[in-house]
């Protein structure tokens, strides 16, 4: 029965959303629903949330070794996820779409997917509406089971419904993007065009010799070329 129901829930997340490799308030970075629409941690109920998920320090026991997350991000990158154009692994956080503190699972591809340091949406803000679903939880305010299918349908959803709108970036006096205060990433990308010196929030590159004014018509800064 319990098999019954994680089927029934899983097949419940698959709908179809907008995807795109760059990160922005119109266009927020979500998973590929059909290739993670979010797996369940089979031992975490809503009876024995008090002595896993709402315990401190519960998630590092959980947590997978970085070897099977680094390696399994390559494999994304060069399949499913190889639409980012970006094979570069310390340009994205392997992430758990639903959580390790909400009750994800810790290990099933379905729940882990190469999400975007850069961007206004990208993994630093989504870290936010995890921690947020997580008290949330632990303090009764709204269910298990409530927080696993916000967060699993749509992530971003679940922060603007939660947390507030997100701004968009906008370009500050010294010319670096910024998202809640966020600097943009500097990364370094053998797949960026030759000269480019940073990507626009929109997908286009800037050939600036200088951070101020980068991308300014363009979105803001993705991210600046190390």
Not at 135 to 139: D, G, M, N, T
């Given at each position: 029965m319990r098999n019954i129901r994680y089927l029934v829930f899983i097949a419940s997340l698959i709908t179809v959303l907008p995807i795109s490799p760059v990160a922005n308030a119109v266009n927020p970075i979500?998973?590929?629903p059909?290739?993670?629409?979010?797996?369940?941690?089979s031992d975490v109920t809503q009876a024995n949330i008090n002595s896993t998920i709402c315990v401190s320090g519960?998630?590092?026991?959980?947590?997978p070794s970085s070897s099977y997350t680094t390696g399994l991000k390559r494999e994304q990158l060069a399949g499913a996820y190889s639409f980012y154009h970006d094979s570069t692994t310390g340009?994205?956080?392997e992430d758990h779409l639903i959580s390790l503190e909400i009750g994800g699972s810790p290990s099933d591809p379905k729940n882990l997917w190469p999400e975007p340091y850069a961007g206004a949406s990208g993994a630093r803000l989504k870290d936010k509406i995890e921690n947020k679903l997580h008290?949330?939880?632990?303090?009764g305010q709204i269910s298990l089971h409530t927080a696993q299918l916000t967060i699993a349908k749509n992530w971003y959803s679940a922060y603007q419904k939660y947390i507030g709108v997100v701004s968009s970036y906008s370009s500050g006096t010294s010319g670096t993007s910024t998202a809640n205060n966020v600097k943009a990433p500097v990364v370094s990308s053998g797949t960026w065009p030759d000269g480019a010196t940073g990507k626009c929030v929109d997908g286009t590159y800037s050939y600036s010799a200088g951070h101020r004014g980068m991308c300014s018509r363009h979105g803001g800064v993705a991210a600046f070329r190390s």
């Open positions: 979500l998973p590929i059909s290739v993670t629409p979010g797996a369940l941690n519960y998630t590092k026991t959980i947590r340009d994205f956080e008290a949330l939880v632990c303090s």
